[in-house]
């Protein structure tokens, strides 16, 4: 069975920064052969996408509206996926989610993904 649980979220000030870790675990679960990706979703929004990586972490894909501010990074060895969020401003506030997809499908596809973490709460005040 997957677990993905997600960590290091909290209350942050605009312009602030705080980063997330999805640590992965399974019998046979290596994020090394699947993509990883972020998604956040804010009170009556759709789950959108956010950020994510695939081949390993070689590549990797942001939402527009979070590119430059943050950065998404794993550890291939330790299981864990990261997300770098700097420059935080209000409208990031949601829960944040990290997911698991076979890397040969869409990363910035809710669709795609088969495993989901339980979320972490991001509130950025102003």
């Known amino acids: 069975q997957v677990q993905l649980v997600e960590s290091g979220g909290g209350l942050v000030q605009a312009g602030g920064s705080l980063r997330l870790s999805c640590a992965a675990s399974?019998?046979?679960?290596?994020?090394?052969?699947?993509?990883m990706g972020w998604f956040r979703q804010a009170p009556g929004k759709e789950r959108e996408f956010v950020a994510g990586?695939?081949?390993?972490?070689?590549?990797?894909y942001y939402a527009d509206s979070v590119k430059g501010r943050f950065t998404v990074s794993r550890d291939n060895a330790k299981n864990t996926e990261y997300l770098q969020m700097n420059s935080l401003k209000f409208e990031d506030t949601a829960v944040y989610y990290c997911?698991?997809?076979?890397?040969?499908?869409?990363?910035?596809?809710?669709?795609?993904?088969?495993?989901w973490g339980q979320g972490t709460q991001v509130t950025v005040s102003s």
């Open positions: 990586s695939r081949w390993s972490g070689s590549s990797t």
């Open positions: 399974g019998r046979t679960f290596n994020i090394a052969n699947y993509a």
């Open positions: 997911a698991a997809s076979p890397a040969y499908r869409a990363v910035a596809s809710v669709a795609s993904y088969d495993y």
